[in-house]
């Protein structure tokens, strides 16, 4: 019996899970509530968050499962990609506890996690499918082979579309966390009233690319004259066709992914993967091409413990041990293969 604790810290979520053979025993995810009134995340600030947090965090989730500390196997966390501070908080405290235990540590790259994020719970998707991984920092479209055996199709030039959702409803006044916001307010708009670019949308390649459809929306905003709090429903009729462009270009890519490698499989992950309209049409789209989707319940979506515990057991069974030098990497490159 392997029962692991997950630790999550990579950005301004802190999270920790408890995983007993594969199935999800706890999940607790505290979101830093601190940045919003600067509008995005403060690296500083997150950090200092993390380390007020882990502690009373790993401890809940430990009580939620009903594990003492003495039943662990192993214990995983981030190591990369992610905020250096926000990082190092996790990294540090989930080596230690290990240590401590005299149990395995296992490092997880974050990008991984949001991949294996599918087989916490059932649906699971078949190998091979193509998941497309939506967030704050990554806009990335994986080929996933078996565990352990990705390769990457393509990734965002500029802009991840998460960071593209927070920065237009800056623009618009909506306010912290964009993705949210953007989201309630689509829900009241017309998508059709602005036609913004879709860009990269006709190439043959799957790369993305969403500064320039985000400074479309600036360029559009300064010609009308806006001025957030002005206009209610100019406000939500944007937001509308922001998101409707957005989604556009996401499903293009992964539909014409799924076609090209022959997959009966696909599946969204990031914290993207919770907008209503991105999950309203990926059902619709699957099913017209007779595909099965898969997208993470919503306290899977954002970053959490949980996904880390997975890909922590899935390693730990391979036989795979993280060193006790093993330290942060901010940049950290996913292990995929160029298909």
């Known amino acids: 019996m392997i029962t692991l ?53 790993v401890e809940e989730a430990l009580k939620q499962a009903g594990v003492t500390r003495s039943e662990l196997s192993a214990v995983a966390a981030v190591y990369g990609p992610g905020l250096i501070g926000s990082l190092l908080v ?3 405290f989930g080596k230690a506890f290990a240590a401590g235990l005299g149990i395995p540590f296992i490092g997880v790259n974050h990008m991984e996690a949001h991949l294996l994020s599918h087989f916490i719970d059932e649906p699971r998707p078949e190998y091979p499918f193509v998941n497309l991984t939506v967030s704050g920092g990554h806009t990335q479209l994986v080929l996933v082979r078996g565990t352990f055996d990705y390769a990457l199709l393509g990734e965002t030039r500029d802009d991840a579309a998460g960071e593209a959702f927070d920065k237009v409803a800056k623009m618009l006044g909506a306010g912290y966390p ?31 690319s969403f500064s320039g459809l985000k400074t479309s929306v600036l360029y559009y905003l300064r010609k009308v004259g806006y001025r957030p709090g002005d206009s209610p429903q100019l406000m939500r009729d944007v937001a509308a066709s ?35 309209e991105l999950r309203r049409r990926l059902q619709m789209e699957a099913t017209i091409r007779h595909l099965r989707a898969h997208i993470p319940r919503f306290d899977l979506c954002t970053d959490n413990g949980a996904m880390v ?21 901010p940049d950290l490159q996913f292990a995929v293969s160029r298909a």
């Open 90 to 92: 996790g990294l540090s």
């Open 5 to 57: 604790l997950g630790i999550e810290s990579s950005c301004d979520e802190t999270s920790a899970a408890v995983l007993r053979d594969g199935t999800l025993l706890s999940n607790v995810t505290v979101s830093q509530m601190a940045h919003i009134a600067h509008g995005g995340v403060v690296p500083e600030l997150a950090s200092r968050a993390h380390q007020q947090l882990i502690v009373p965090i």
């Open 242 to 276: 922001f998101q409707t462009a957005v989604v556009d270009v996401l499903l293009a890519k992964l539909m014409r992914a799924a076609e090209r490698f022959g997959v009966r499989d696909v599946a969204v992950a990031g914290g993207v993967s919770a907008n209503s």
């Open 178 to 208: 964009g993705g949210p916001a953007i989201d309630r307010l689509a829900a009241e708009g017309n998508p059709r009233f602005v036609s913004f670019p879709r860009p990269a949308l006709d190439d043959d390649s799957f790369e993305f």
């Open 309 to 329: 515990a997975l890909v922590g057991y899935e390693h730990l069974r391979a036989g795979r041990t993280s060193p006790d030098d093993l330290t942060a990497h």
